[in-house]
């Protein structure tokens, strides 16, 4: 079993759609959380950063933290054509730190204008 | 502008032929990896570096060296090619402090026939 597990896609959606990205985890010392945005050609960008559990909020961005389910997800509100990129999510321990990031696949998504 | 510079973006080369990819970041950051990114798999860690001539294996170091004889600088080196090393690499870097987010270079695509 992979530490991180993420569906790849793709996931098409039309403009202004409200997008569901999840990723499960089997690791309960994690406590740290990220989601990274890479267009086609490019590095990771980092999107969002969390730590422990609960929700956070960056414009049109959202990303929770349920803990208990070992289950993040990020939110994209009014989704926009230049949100298609694939999407990494991607988490570490206190113990293991910087050092030790653990990725998800990634899922691809395409807003379809 | 804050960033993570690798070179070259592209390369095809042959087995066996030694090949040298640079990182370098101006951002002062202590900590350095390098990842390789490969359909269904993900981003796995190949090398990380704490600090100069400080670094140590990450998941999937086989057939590949590291060396970081500057703050700003950690290239991957390949001493004998092999097909099955051809892959998508990224150089990342963060701030020494735990559990800080990497940035990422734009990634090398690196052939190897």
């Known amino acids: 079993q992979k530490e991180v597990e993420q569906d790849p896609g793709p996931l098409s959606v039309p403009e202004g759609a409200i997008v569901s990205l999840n990723c499960t985890y089997s690791n309960s010392a994690f406590q740290y959380f990220m989601w990274y945005r890479q267009y086609s050609r490019k590095g990771p960008e980092l999107l969002m950063y969390?730590?422990?559990?609960g929700n956070k909020e960056d414009g049109r961005f959202t990303a929770q933290v349920d803990k208990s389910s070992k289950y993040i997800s990020l939110f994209i509100r009014d989704s926009q054509p230049s949100d298609s990129a694939t999407y990494l999510c991607?988490?570490?321990?206190?113990?293991?730190?910087?050092?030790?990031?653990?990725f998800g696949t990634g899922t691809r998504l395409t807003v379809i204008p | 502008e804050a960033q993570v510079t690798q070179n070259p973006r592209y390369l095809i080369t042959v087995t066996g032929k030694k090949l040298t990819v640079t990182c370098s970041q101006n951002m002062n950051h202590e900590y350095m990896s390098w990842y390789r990114q490969d359909p269904g798999l993900g981003l796995r860690q190949i090398y990380y570096s704490m600090n100069v001539e400080v670094t140590d294996k990450g998941d999937v170091p086989e057939g590949y060296k590291v060396s970081r004889k500057e703050k700003r600088n950690f290239p991957l080196i390949l001493e004998s090619p092999s097909p099955n090393q051809t892959s998508l690499y990224f150089c990342a870097s963060s701030p020494e402090r735990g559990n800080q987010p990497q940035h990422f270079g734009d990634g090398t695509r690196l052939s190897i026939l």
């Open positions: 969390t730590y422990s559990s």
């Open positions: 991607a988490m570490t321990s206190p113990e293991t730190g910087a050092n030790n990031l653990f």
